[in-house]
Nanobody, 123 residues
Framework: QVQLVESGGGLVQAGGSLRLSCAYF????????MGWFRQAPGNEREFVGR????????FYADSVKGRFTISRDNAKNAVYLQMNSLKPEDTAVYYC????????????????WGQGTQVTVSS
């Protein structure tokens, strides 16, 4: 059984930063690829980025590249999303997800999901 719990969301002004955390509860965290997704009201869930099993490889959506950074700490069973230079269009519920397959950017490629954390960026 795997459980994911996100935290760190909130309200921030445009240009500001937030760091989201995702705590993993279960076995063998290091065997999972971790992804971050987001969903704004009225929109489909959108891929933000992913990180491989040991943190040595990351991949980002063009919309966040250069502003967002994903990292993980396998000793703490956690993955992080550092968000800088935030824009109002980054406003969404952010989800972390765990999957077994590397290189997947679609939501159906992930097996476990957190409940999400709200990020609101004011202009």
């Amino acid at each position: 059984q795997v459980q994911l719990v996100e935290s760190g969301g909130g309200l921030v002004q445009a240009g500001g930063s937030l760091r989201l955390s995702c705590a993993y509860f279960g076995r063998t965290f290091s065997s999972y690829v971790m992804g971050w997704f987001r969903q704004a009201p009225g929109n489909e869930r959108e891929f933000v980025g992913r990180i491989n099993w040991n943190g040595g490889s990351t991949f980002y959506a063009d919309s966040v590249k250069g502003r967002f950074t994903i990292s993980r700490d396998n000793a703490k069973n956690a993955v992080y999303l550092q968000m800088n230079s935030l824009k109002p269009e980054d406003t969404a519920v952010y989800y972390c997800a765990a999957g077994r397959r590397f290189g997947i950017s679609s939501s159906d490629g992930y097996d476990y999901w957190g409940q999400g954390t709200q990020v609101t960026v004011s202009s």
